[in-house]
């Protein structure tokens, strides 16, 4: 309950202070729209708005499940097979020193305008950090447990799925909250660099358009899908893995 | 060294003399470099005739008490029976934690862990267990208690409990190997008269002050 009552004050405040700056310096409505006018158009406008949040809500969750499974494939392909460690590590090193946004236009070349290039950019956003936590993870399997199962007989296969799998999840689930909140930034870059829909796309217009109040309001939307999926995703982290939060 | 069958047989050392390694070795946990020596068994091979201790309970948080004590029918890929649920759940009892069958492991205190550990290691139902210092991170009065449990439900298979608790040894062992001098030899310590568990009388303040003073520790 406390943390809802904090986090009312903070946007009570920051709304607060946002007020004051337009009235002290008298900030004209294309540089900074005051609050109230940012609500009006989320309440005037909100059909379209929710049209472009539905499809950064779509590329952001399908990127992440996209992104996500290749993280574990990768992950677990350099657990099993060492050569494959030593190759791919690299390259994926490599890989993320490329900026998202340069590689953004070959995306769209090959893969469209459409919704398929930014859950591309998603995923390839989120899917380093989501191998690396999950190969720390089914690394650093506390070596009592494989003890056990060594001395109980089991098979490889099953010490994996039985013992180092389910021992990765709490790492697994570090990677996935990163993922969580870099995933809509994948998404929106995407958009900015070619699309017709979205909230990347409808940020871009009304900035051409000097609808700044608009613009503000997709930011509102952003930020507020982002901090929302953050948060039940890491309450369903912590339901699930009850033993880890303690 | 030998280890007579179904009996206790204590292993002392300090810290670093290798203890743990014969145990490892006698698990099958040792790298096969690391080992020179022979060991021999009455006919029976080692390995799949263990069931192993340790110091840490190795309870799996993910999986409830009464599938940690059936761990082993997962890790060996057979789907358990209600045969095995109902001997699981008796040596719960046993062990005075069948009502904690359905609760996870984090949300019991370290002597019920260690406790679920030791349902687990029975339900394996192999004739020898080893036991890494299992009872060391517990405290005294638990320890004394599950030391007793251990010894009364371990009747009837051959044990080898690795300790650096001279009290522990001296209780529990039917003999006890001392591990002195550098490199470390182990000697079998003379004057284990009476059967165990032992009660701490004179005779056994006695061993224990021999133990101490073998280990180095007459200065203590």
């Known amino acids: ?246 | 060294m030998q280890l007579p069958a179904q009996q206790w047989t204590c292993l002392l050392g300090r810290s670093g003399c290798g203890k743990t390694s014969i145990l490892r070795k006698l698990a099958g946990l040792l790298e096969e470099a690391q080992w020179q020596g022979k060991i021999e068994t009455d006919g029976q091979p080692l390995s799949g005739n263990i069931a192993y201790m340790a110091q840490q309970d190795l309870l799996l948080p993910w999986l409830s008490v009464l599938d940690n004590v059936c761990i082993a029918e997962r890790l060996q890929g057979r789907s358990l029976s209600q045969d095995l649920r109902d001997k699981a759940l008796l040596l719960l009892e046993k062990v005075g934690l069948k009502a904690y069958a359905n609760n996870y492991p984090h949300t019991l205190s370290g002597g019920m862990r260690q406790r679920v550990a030791l349902a687990r290691t029975l339900l394996q139902e192999r004739p020898i267990v080893l036991m890494d210092e299992p009872f060391s991170a517990l405290d005294a009065v638990t320890r004394h208690k599950l030391q007793s449990l251990s010894f009364e439900l371990l009747q009837g298979k051959t044990v080898l409990l690795v300790t650096h608790d001279p009290q522990e040894a001296v209780r529990l062992g039917h003999q006890i190997y001392v591990m002195e001098g550098s490199p470390a030899n182990a000697h079998l310590l003379a004057g284990l008269a009476s059967t165990p568990p032992r009660q701490l009388d004179e005779h056994s303040a006695a061993l224990q002050n021999d133990i101490l003073h073998r280990l180095g520790g007459e200065h203590v």
Not at chain 1, 120 to 127: K, N, P, Q, V
Not at chain 1, 201 to 214: C, H
């Open chain 1, 1 to 246: 309950m406390s943390n809802w009552l904090r986090g009312a004050t903070a946007s009570l405040v920051i709304l607060g202070l946002w007020q004051g700056a337009i009235l002290i310096w008298s900030l004209p409505s294309f540089i900074l729209p005051a609050p109230i006018a940012v609500f009006e158009v989320l309440i005037s406008r909100w059909p379209m708005l929710w049209s472009h949040t539905w499809v950064t809500a779509q590329e952001v969750l399908i990127g992440l499940a996209l992104g996500v499974s290749i993280g574990l494939c990768f992950a677990l392909l350099m657990l099993l097979f060492r050569p494959v460690k030593q190759w791919l590590l690299p390259i994926l090193i490599a890989s993320q020193a490329i900026p998202v946004f340069a590689i953004a236009p070959i995306l769209m070349l090959w893969l469209d305008y459409g919704i398929a290039s930014k859950v591309a950019m998603a995923a390839i956003i989120i899917f380093f950090p989501v191998t690396t936590c999950c190969f720390d993870g089914l690394r650093s399997t506390p070596l009592g447990y494989l003890d056990l199962a060594q001395t109980l007989n089991a098979n490889r296969w099953r010490t994996l799925w039985h013992i180092q799998l389910p021992a990765a999840l709490p790492a697994l689930g570090s990677g996935l909250r990163v993922a969580v909140v870099v995933a809509p930034i994948g998404a929106v870059v995407g958009e900015w660099v070619g699309s017709s829909a979205g909230l990347g796309y409808l940020m871009l217009q009304a900035n051409a358009r000097m609808r700044i109040d608009e613009m503000f309001a997709a930011l509102f939307i952003l930020s507020l899908f982002s901090v929302a999926l953050y948060f039940s995703v890491d309450w369903l982290l912590k339901r699930s893995l009850p033993w880890h939060s303690q």
